[in-house]
C-alpha cells in the first residue's frame, strides 16, 4: 500500500516551489538576480549537509568527482532558471521546467535506448503546449523568448543532472552524494559575485527578506523531493505530482500574484487560460514520458 506522505510531500513541494519563485521573482525585481542566486545556493549548500546523518558509501575520488560534476550541471540550471525568472514570466518558464523528464529520457535513448512511441507523443504535446503557453507572441515576444529559451536550456541541464544521479548515486549513497553535489553549487556560487550590481551588504532590507525566504523555502522543497525518491522509489509517481508546479504557477500568479507584486495576470484572462490548459498538456506529456 503506498504510503500517503508519497502523495503529499511531492504535491507540497510543488506548491512550495511556486511560492518559492514568486518570492524570488520579488527580491530580483530590485535588479539582484546574482546576489540572489549566490544567497539561495548558499543556504542549499547548508541545509543538504544534514543529509550526511543518512549515510552513505566511502568517499573515494571517483565518488566526489561524480558529484561535483552533477552539482557543476545543477548550478548551470540554476544561472539559466534564474535568467527565465527574473527577465521572463513565472507562469510561463515554471511548465517548461517540467519538461525535464522529457530530456532525461530522450538523453537516456542517446546514450544507446531505443525512443519509445510515447515519447513522441510526449514530444508533440509538448509542442503543441508551448504554442499555447506562447499565446502572446506577438504582444511580449522578447518576454517569452526569454521565458521559454532559458528555462528550455534549465531543463536541459537539470535533466544531465538527473541522469548523472540515477547512474553515480548507488555507488556513493545520496546521503553523500547530495552533500557534496550542494557543497559544489555553493562553491561555484562565489563565481558569481563579480557579476553582483553593488556589493552584497548594500541589498536592500527587504530584497534579502525575500531571498532568503524564496531560497529556505526552494531549498525545503527540494529535498522533500529527494526525500520521497530515496526513502519511497517511487520515481514516477513523484515527479508527475511534483510537476503540477506547472498548473500551481499559473494559478497562484493568477489568484494571489499581486501579493509578490506580480503583474503578469494583467496580461489578460484569454492568455492565462491558455497559458493554465498548456500547463495541462505538458503535465499529460510529462506523465507519457515517465510512463
Known amino acids: 500500500m503506498r504510503s500517503p506522505a508519497s502523495i503529499v510531500i511531492p504535491l507540497c513541494s510543488a506548491v512550495g516551489y511556486t511560492f518559492a519563485a514568486l518570492a524570488l521573482k520579488r527580491a530580483m525585481d530590485g535588479g539582484h538576480p546574482w546576489r540572489v542566486l549566490f544567497i539561495v545556493n548558499l543556504i542549499g549548500a547548508v541545509l543538504f549537509q544534514t543529509w550526511l546523518l543518512h549515510g552513505g558509501e566511502p568517499f573515494t575520488v571517483i565518488n566526489v568527482t561524480h558529484a561535483v560534476l552533477a552539482g557543476t550541471a545543477f548550478f548551470i540550471g540554476q544561472v539559466f532558471t534564474f535568467i527565465a525568472i527574473s527577465r521572463g514570466d513565472i507562469s510561463i518558464a515554471t511548465p517548461v521546467l517540467g519538461t525535464k523528464v522529457i530530456f532525461v529520457a530522450l538523453l537516456?535513448?542517446?546514450a544507446g535506448g531505443q525512443l519509445d512511441s510515447k515519447l513522441w507523443v510526449a514530444t508533440f504535446l509538448t509542442t503543441v503546449a508551448l504554442a499555447l503557453l506562447g499565446g502572446e507572441w506577438h504582444a511580449n515576444r522578447q518576454r517569452l523568448l526569454v521565458s521559454v529559451g532559458?528555462?528550455?536550456l534549465a531543463s536541459v541541464a537539470f535533466a544531465a543532472t538527473d541522469v548523472m544521479q540515477q547512474l553515480w548515486v548507488p555507488a556513493f549513497g545520496f546521503g553523500h552524494f547530495g552533500p557534496v553535489m550542494f557543497l559544489t553549487v555553493?562553491?561555484?556560487s562565489?563565481?558569481?559575485?563579480p557579476f553582483f550590481s553593488a556589493p552584497l551588504r548594500e541589498m536592500p532590507r527587504p530584497m534579502v527578506l525575500w531571498a532568503f525566504g524564496g531560497g529556505l523555502l526552494l531549498t525545503i522543497q527540494a529535498?522533500?523531493?529527494?526525500y520521497c525518491i530515496a526513502v519511497y522509489h517511487e520515481v514516477t509517481v513523484t515527479n508527475v505530482l511534483y510537476n503540477t508546479r506547472g498548473l500551481w504557477s499559473v494559478a497562484?500568479?493568477?489568484v494571489v500574484g499581486h501579493w509578490f507584486s506580480n503583474s503578469e495576470k494583467h496580461v489578460g484572462r484569454g492568455i492565462m487560460t491558455r497559458r493554465l490548459i498548456g500547463a495541462l498538456i505538458l503535465l499529460a506529456a510529462v506523465y507519457l514520458s515517465l510512463s
Do not use: D, E, K
Open 108 to 110: 537516456v535513448c542517446l
Open 150 to 152: 532559458f528555462a528550455f
Open 186 to 188: 555553493g562553491t561555484l
Open 190 to 193: 562565489f563565481a558569481l559575485i
Open 223 to 226: 529535498m522533500g523531493i529527494a
Open 252 to 254: 497562484l500568479v493568477w
